[in-house]
């Protein structure tokens, strides 16, 4: 289940330049507002330094990453929910990633980003208003049809369960906490209520987009306006990048690039960052199947049970699921071989109920 993560920002925040930068991409950057009319997505390798270790252990013949899929979305400007700008482009494009990743601008003295953020998100709650608004008719009038048919006791109770959390969700987006919309919609699905998507309850991460001079040598510690961001939202929800520097590094070789890194005090890339914060965020793990052919990794949700985890392999792997033989590469780093895993008695055979952990290796026992 690969991320999928939506950059968003106002124009000429450097969300573009960001997203060239991370990618590789040829989407335009020109410094004037909507020159990247439509979605532009690249797949991107999940750097992990463990698969290597495991492709030499195993004498892979290739390596396969898990992958990420960056979308640049295009430029919001303010009355978009009414359809300003590209307005109603953006909020569709919103709709369909995990993540969204807010570019606000840092390198600037004049800077406002807390306004930047706020502006997005209040075209987010009045397009989910609008929405929200039309989903509350439509359930009103659904509840009195599924009463006159006689539908079941349950298809009532869930459409009543709904219109309970519609009304809350509707509340909060009046009063403009998206906070609280977020919280009425997570606890909702962990009860089993949902409704239909809420843009503003979207995860989200901020993407601080600094000078050169101040990310180097994390000088952006002393940023006043990168401060701002850290007391308004946390530390772990703030992700420090110079996206000019991120832009200059992706058209270097791997060593000068890693020379440039040293010499401006970099320990890591903006996209490993970026990623790490990601799956952080998402609750995403990654687990590996290995071999002489190939090592690969792959993602899933914290928690993913064996048979379903064997199903982002290969459908047949669920569908026939009856064990699995695990054991994590930590073990394997340390002992050397598969031989030894055996031997250390660290390979473990579970069943339907075991949740893979991450840096599990799998093999999947089936019959179809």
Excluded at 11 to 32: I, M, Q, R, W
Excluded at 54 to 80: N, R, Y
Aim: hydrophobic share 40%.
């Amino acid at each position: 289940m690969g991320l999928k993560a939506g950059l968003v920002g106002l124009p000429n925040v450097g969300k573009s330049t960001l997203f060239n930068a991370l990618t590789n991409s040829s989407v335009p950057a020109e410094d004037y507002p909507f020159c990247t009319i439509d979605p532009h997505v690249a797949i991107t390798n999940v750097p992990d330094e463990r698969l290597p270790k495991l492709a030499e252990i195993f004498g892979s013949a290739k390596m396969i990453p898990t992958t990420a899929q960056f979308v640049d979305i295009a430029g919001l400007v303010k009355g978009a929910a009414q359809g300003e700008g590209l307005g109603n482009q953006f909020l569709g494009h919103i709709m369909e990633v995990d993540l969204i990743l807010h570019v606000l601008k840092c390198f600037d003295e004049n800077a406002t980003p807390i306004d930047d953020f706020e502006i997005i998100c209040a075209e987010l709650m009045l397009k989910d208003l609008e929405s929200i608004t039309k989903r509350e008719e439509k359930l009103t009038n659904s509840l009195k049809t599924a009463k006159n048919r006689g539908l079941s006791t349950q298809e009532i109770k869930d459409l009543e369960n709904e219109q309970v959390l519609v009304k809350q969700v509707k509340h909060a987006l009046e009063a403009g906490d998206m906070a609280q919309t977020h919280s009425l919609v997570i606890q909702a699905k962990e009860r089993g209520v949902g409704t239909i998507p809420v843009l503003s309850a979207k995860n989200y991460l901020i993407i601080a987009n600094l000078s050169e001079e101040d990310f180097s040598h994390k000088n952006y510690i002393n940023n006043k306006t990168y401060q701002t961001l850290i007391k308004q939202f946390g530390e772990t929800k703030v992700i420090p990048v110079s996206a000019q520097i991120e832009s200059e590094l992706a058209q270097l070789e791997t060593l000068d690039s890693d020379i440039m890194m040293k010499e401006l005090g970099i320990t890591e890339s903006g996209l490993d960052t970026i990623v790490k914060k990601s799956y952080e965020n998402l609750n995403l793990i990654t687990f590996f199947t290995c071999g002489p052919k190939e090592a690969h990794a792959w993602s899933i949700g914290r928690g993913t049970s064996a048979p379903s985890a064997a199903g982002e392999i290969h459908t047949d792997l669920e569908r026939g699921f009856i064990r699995a033989e695990v054991y994590n590469c930590n073990d394997l780093f340390k002992l050397k071989s598969e031989a030894e895993i055996r031997k250390a008695g660290k390979l473990r055979t579970e069943g339907k109920e075991y949740a893979i952990q991450d840096g599990d290796l799998i093999n999947v026992l089936f019959n179809v």
